[in-house]
């Protein structure tokens, strides 16, 4: 009894031992080992930086509660195991709770979901099965982050038009790095860069610029930059993207040679061009002819290698445009027409700028063609949908047009690209050229692999649109005539991001998750198998390692 007695205190202590062991291990020597194909649980090394930066205890507050089917549990875990990872990399805690906004005081309550709302977190219905019948339920699929003094929102439930609820939830599951990552980077952020938007070239007739600076004034610096005020590259090379947004002069030689040099420094160019003229004032009654114009950057593209057509491409897949079709007293009568002038495209390439986002809204694109220029890698980002066509200039332009519906036989050409982004080792343009007068021969550079070009053939990208009723313009991505909107800020915010910092946060966009769902046919067939296997197996098992060892003490003490 006493040998029996001595044996069990001598694994105790061994038990405890290890324990003691394994907790110092975890304390002194912590890590993680993520076993997963896709590294699930591995955060992006840029991720890690930024957490690594926090200075002060971060809340995280989930708005996705309640009593959710099994796909938003998914999405809701998958939220807490994201924070939890982003604790264990912190220097800070990082903590989670959930709050349901329908469950706040009366007071307080229509305020709180107001201001979700400024976060791009508007509330969802929800229809979820339940017996024999369904009931609706109200979810607010965000997160608000916030430290000591400021807080950030953030949606994350984000998909692509035309997936269906399963794709939604794996690419807003695969995006939740990013989208956390973010929001935490802005409230602990304390550089702006600097963006800047070539002027004096009639570029921002339309909204003065209010849709970039809208669009970008919480994480960046935006400026305003007559071309003719620069007198060296070095003068541009404190901006770290340079926009050319619809310019409707020409640039001069010695303009475009600043470009030039700008991208060869390592610079990042946003080129939004119109190559026709379009003046819609005029475009009632019988219309009007749009026409190819020079902006005098074609050449600078084509050596870059991407030259924009002397067209106009129409969608099957298109928007609307307001038109007035009377008067009822003294109001004009404001209706929206199709106008397959204006595209929603809605098919975008899977790479950190386009992933994830919903359509995105042209008007008057032009078609592109790549040219052979050595070194650069061509990628297009977002299509056109499969029902396109491509007018070649001079385009009849009239209103008069919307009344007839287009002939889908005519719409046959199908994914256009419609914007394309340029990197690798750009060729100066001015490469066995004459320099313009004036500049600094030595300082002229022939090529360079730093910076990116992103090039489009709509210079109203990124334009606002304008309140027909105030004349003025209204926040980008809202369309007063479409209650679904369109994604051209997110756009212009992830083109700005993954300019500046390519190998940065925008980069963990690329994780993807497989969704691998069961074989029917299989399940169907092996269920009563694997349910035995995975049911009554243990417990045999458990039983006969049992009676073996009830055996064994029993054949040993009778000796």
Known sequence: MKQHSKGLNQYLLGFLGLALILILVHVLLPFRLDLTEERRYSLHPASIAVLQEVESPIEVDILLTGKLPGGMRRLQRSIEETIRTFNAYSNKKISASYLDPLQLPQEVREDYIVGLAEYGINPTNLFVSEGAGQRSQMIFPGVVVRDELFEVGTLVLKGEKGMGPDEILNLSIENLEFELINS??????????????????GEMEEDDGFGVVEGLIEDYEVYKIPMEQAKSVQDLLTFEVLMIKGPKEAYTEREIYLLDQYLMHGGNLVFLIDQLAIDLKQAGGDGTVGMPFETGLEGLLFRYGIRINKDLIQDMNFGYYPVVAGTFGDQSQIVPLP?????????????????????????????????????VKKTPLIFSSEYSRRLSAPVRIAFEDMAEPPNVAQFNLQHLPLLYLLDGEFTSFFKNRFLPDGVDKEEFLESGNKGSVLVAGDGSLFKSLIDEKSGEPIPLGVDPFDEMGNANRELLQNVISFLIEPEGIMASRAKSFKIRPLNKVKVSQEKAYWQTL??????????????????????????
């Not at 995975?534 to 000796?559: C, E, H, Q, S």
Request: overall charge positive; charged content about 20%; proline content about 4%.
């Open 184 to 201: 935490i980077r802005r409230l602990i952020n304390k550089q702006k860069y600097a963006v800047g938007m070539i002027v004096g070239h």
């Open 339 to 375: 106008w397959p002038f204006h595209i929603q495209a809605g098919l975008m390439a899977a790479h950190p700028i386009t992933k994830g986002l919903d359509q995105i809204s042209f008007r008057f694109v032009s078609s592109m063609d790549t040219v052979k220029a050595d070194g």
């Open 534 to 559: 995975n049911v009554a197996f243990p417990v045999a098992l458990v039983l006969i390692v049992g009676l073996a060892k009830i055996y064994w003490r029993k054949r040993r003490y009778t000796k």
